[in-house]
Antibody
Framework: QVTLKESGPALVKPTQTLTLTCTFSGFSLSTSGMRVSWIRQPPGKALEWLAR???????FYSTSLKTRLTISKDTSKNQVVLTMTNMDPVDTATYYC????????????WGQGTLVTVSS | EIVLTQSPGTLSLSPGERATLSCRASQSVSSSYLAWYQQKPGQAPRLLIYGASSRATGIPDRFSGSGSGTDFTLTISRLEPEDFAVYYCQQYGSSPRVYTFGQGTKLEIK
């Protein structure tokens, strides 16, 4: 059974760095073909893909946000970490982690999401 | 990068009716790389359709996907009360390797 769960601060101040952790089970990121992504959704708005990390440590980022994002993994802990620098109120959103299916093209399992509010 | 435009923004229908949701891409998308998700309030999205027309595990056969090139459609043949939700299309771009979502279609009870 595949599960993912996001954790991190609910509130961050403008200009701070956000660090989110995705803890998963039911698969291993050391297995060939496994990939995990982060996706966010501002309140009442659409989904926005942020970053992806692969089993071989390849990393891919949203074109518009890549200068602010870093994704990493700890295979031994079954965790993926996303950091986003220089947070702004427009970054207020629910942040989801999701497993990418073997095709590499779709998100087949999602975490429940964690709401991050950026406010002073 | 490819932009996905969904229409209509909101669709008001009654249970038992047929729903047709559109997703148009700014340039041609491989059918293999087009998916649809359903999202209910307070929940994470759920994968419905992948490869433009293949249903994900456990998805009822009243959901179907079709299309190619720049025009894709999600059809719900007979709406059940639990189908009223927001629907997103999503595409994968291989160069650069990015994922793009449409802005969503809200399917509401009329």
């Amino acid at each position: 059974q595949v599960t993912l769960k996001e954790s991190g601060p609910a509130l961050v101040k403008p200009t701070q760095t956000l660090t989110l952790t995705c803890t998963f089970s039911g698969f291993s990121l050391s297995t060939s073909g496994m990939r995990v992504s982060w996706i966010r959704q501002p309140p009442g708005k659409a989904l926005e893909w942020l970053a992806r990390i692969d089993w071989d440590d390849d990393k891919f980022y949203s074109t518009s946000l890549k200068t602010r994002l870093t994704i990493s993994k700890d295979t031994s802990k079954n965790q993926v970490v996303l950091t986003m620098t220089n947070m702004d109120p427009v970054d207020t959103a629910t942040y989801y982690c999701a497993r990418i299916a073997a095709t590499g093209t779709i998100f087949d399992y999602w975490g429940q999401g964690t709401l991050v509010t950026v406010s002073s | 990068e490819i932009v996905l435009t969904q229409s209509p923004g909101t669709l008001s229908l009654s249970p038992g009716e047929r729903a047709t949701l559109s997703c148009r891409a700014s340039q041609s998308v491989s059918s293999s790389y087009l998916a649809w998700y359903q999202q209910k309030p307070g929940q994470a999205p759920r994968l419905l359709i992948y490869g433009a027309s293949s249903r994900a595990t456990g998805i009822p056969d009243r959901f179907s996907g079709s299309g190619s090139g720049t025009d894709f459609t999600l059809t719900i043949s007979r709406l059940e009360p639990e189908d009223f939700a927001v629907y997103y299309c999503q595409q994968y771009g291989s160069s650069p390797r990015v994922y793009t979502f449409g802005q969503g279609t809200k399917l509401e009870i009329k």
